[in-house]
């Protein structure tokens, strides 16, 4: 592996989202719970129903890897910005602001970092993805376009700047930094802490025990680092220890984010703005 995509930071930058990124999504079992999944019966069908989306993410990846990839991106993008813009009342402001938002992470790391993104791409999804790499700069200027008129928002609603000024701050990162490196610092110290906090803030808004937010999220933490474990103990061999860990943490993230995705943005966020 080439020493340029992965180096003690940037395993660094890998150990952090496992560690601290991944527990965010493992909310998703208290979430579902607050949702009406609470016996065992219904719990057990959500379950059955998240897991199964999970493997066929994997499965897809396997035998469609540059379509995988590019879905996980656009989805990355659309996931983000809606956890960044989801106090937006007005549907078309909040659409231009997560655009915004979840572009400037997944398009600005790839604009500023291309080579090394798309070596990190070949590894994950194989050399046909470098068929995309000219339309980035393309991609990049509509992200921009979408920024700017998230900045002429922020002129009439000056609330709006206290999140508008996370972008240039990600963007410069994004320039000076390694991708994994940005990516990690956005995952772990932004997008993390505000999806914990507000779903931690609207559970207990609606009774919802915090022993059971506690303990259906170390027993969905757990599982996914026994099940990544897994999965890397099996790929070693076959593919040595860099790949294997970069293909277990964001196949892994992609497997998990689409259900999250379903759950979070599909049925939590629309119950929790009628509620509030």
């Not at 560690?19 to 057990?44: M, Q, R, T, Y």
């Not at 506690?214 to 593919?239: A, D, E, K, Q, R």
Request: proline share 4%; net charge positive; with cysteine.
């Amino acid at each position: 592996m080439d020493a340029l995509i992965l180096s003690p930071i940037t395993y660094s930058a890998l150990f952090a989202i496992a560690v601290i990124g991944l527990p965010h999504g493992s909310l998703d079992g208290a979430i579902a719970s607050f949702l009406g999944f609470k016996n065992i019966k219904s719990f057990s069908k959500f379950l059955i129903f998240y897991v199964c989306i999970s493997i066929g993410v994997i499965f897809f990846w396997f035998y469609f890897p540059v379509i995988s990839l590019l879905l996980f991106l656009l989805i990355s993008i659309y996931h983000f910005g809606s956890c960044d813009a989801n106090s937006i009342n007005n549907k078309i402001h909040r659409l231009i602001i997560s655009i915004a938002h979840g572009g400037s992470v997944v398009i600005g790391v790839i604009f500023f970092q291309t080579f090394i993104s798309f070596k990190i791409f070949e590894y994950l999804s194989g050399p046909d993805v470098y068929a995309y790499v000219n339309f980035v700069d393309y991609f990049f200027y509509v992200i921009l376009f979408f920024i700017g008129f998230y900045f002429y928002l922020c002129l009439k609603n000056k609330n709006l700047f206290i999140k508008f000024i996370e972008i240039p701050f990600i963007l410069l990162i994004a320039y000076i930094a390694h991708p994994l490196v940005t990516f990690s610092i956005y995952f772990c110290c932004i997008h993390t802490p505000r999806h914990t906090v507000d779903v931690i803030r609207n559970l207990k808004r609606n009774n919802f025990h915090y022993k059971k937010i506690i303990y259906t999220t170390m027993i969905f933490t757990v599982l996914s680092w026994i099940l990544g474990l897994i999965g890397y103990l099996y790929l070693l061999p076959i593919l040595g220890n860099s790949e294997s860990v970069l293909k277990v943490i964001f196949i892994g993230l992609a497997a998990l984010t689409l259900p999250h995705m379903i759950l979070v943005d599909g049925f939590y966020k629309p119950k929790t703005r009628k509620l509030n």
